[in-house]
């Protein structure tokens, strides 16, 4: 049941320099500064994702041997126990920013929103509320990850894609698959256009 958390987090790399497309020899200070402001979020939550993602595939398989739907609940429990006992005090500890991306990054491994977890998994009653007190938070539990439509989550996924290709973070396969190369070509061609729109 034990989920290692990712080691490599504690280990300091330097990044090559960020280009956001080839018309720009690099990004401007203000612009870089955010997405290294984004970059320390997005190692700092992905583990959460991973391990919830892990989580849940060992949930489903141990779920699928129970035979009556008691058994089922009270393996459900022992998990819930788990998860809160290792992760609630650190999850308190994000902020509120942190959370937005986390949320999304629970998308982008399990292919569901935090919503539909908490409705699959406890009940509908109980995903209205959390997603009506997380609002209270600014957090939205039914957002998804969608970097083909959302400037930040292609950061998001630029930042991952970098992160496994130089072993800053462990890769585990997502369900919300995303071509890298087709979304790159997509944002460095729309950047490309806004831009010369803009000189017009």
Same mark, same amino acid.
């Not at 049941?1 to 330097?14: A, H, K, S, V, Y």
């Not at 020899?25 to 955010?34: G, H, M």
């Not at 892990?54 to 035979?67: H, I, Q, R």
């Not at 585990?172 to 010369?196: E, G, P, R």
């Given at each position: 049941? +034990?989920? $290692?958390? !990712?080691?490599?987090?504690?280990? $300091?790399?330097?990044l090559? *320099?960020? %280009?956001? !497309? $080839?018309?720009?020899?690099?990004? &401007? ?6 997405? &290294? ?15 919830t993602a =892990?989580?849940?595939? =060992?949930?489903? *398989? ?8 008691r058994?089922?609940k009270?393996?459900?429990k022992?998990?819930? #126990? ?15 920013? !942190? ?20 409705? *699959? ?5 109980? /995903? ?18 969608? $970097?083909?439509?959302?400037? *930040? &989550? ?11 290709? +130089? ?5 585990? #396969?997502?369900?919300?698959?995303? &071509? %890298?190369? =087709? ?5 460095? !061609?729309?950047?490309?256009? /806004?831009?010369?729109? /803009? /000189?017009?």
């Open positions: 049941m +034990n989920q $290692p958390m !990712d080691t490599t987090l504690q280990r $300091p790399i330097e090559p *320099e960020l %280009y956001l !497309d $080839p018309n720009q020899a690099k990004a &401007d200070a203000l612009t870089k500064q955010q997405f &290294d402001r984004l970059q320390r979020r997005v190692y700092k939550v992905y583990p959460y994702a991973k391990t =892990a989580t849940l595939v =060992a949930l489903n *398989e141990g779920m699928a041997k129970m035979k009556t739907s058994e089922k009270k393996y459900f022992i998990v819930e #126990d788990y998860l809160n006992n290792t992760f609630e005090e650190q999850l308190k500890k994000l902020s509120t920013k !942190d959370g937005q991306i986390l949320i999304k990054l629970i998308y982008r491994q399990t292919g569901e929103t935090t919503f539909d977890l908490i409705k *699959e998994y406890k009940s509908g009653w109980k /995903a209205f509320w959390s997603n009506n007190t997380a609002k209270i938070f600014n957090l939205n539990l039914k957002a998804k990850y969608t $970097p083909m439509d959302v400037h *930040e &989550d292609y950061w998001i996924e630029t930042i991952l894609y970098r992160a496994f290709e +130089n072993g800053r973070l462990v890769k585990q #396969d997502a369900v919300y698959k995303v &071509d %890298y190369d =087709a979304m790159s070509n997509f944002w460095v !061609d729309k950047l490309s256009k /806004a831009k010369k729109q /803009a /000189a017009q």
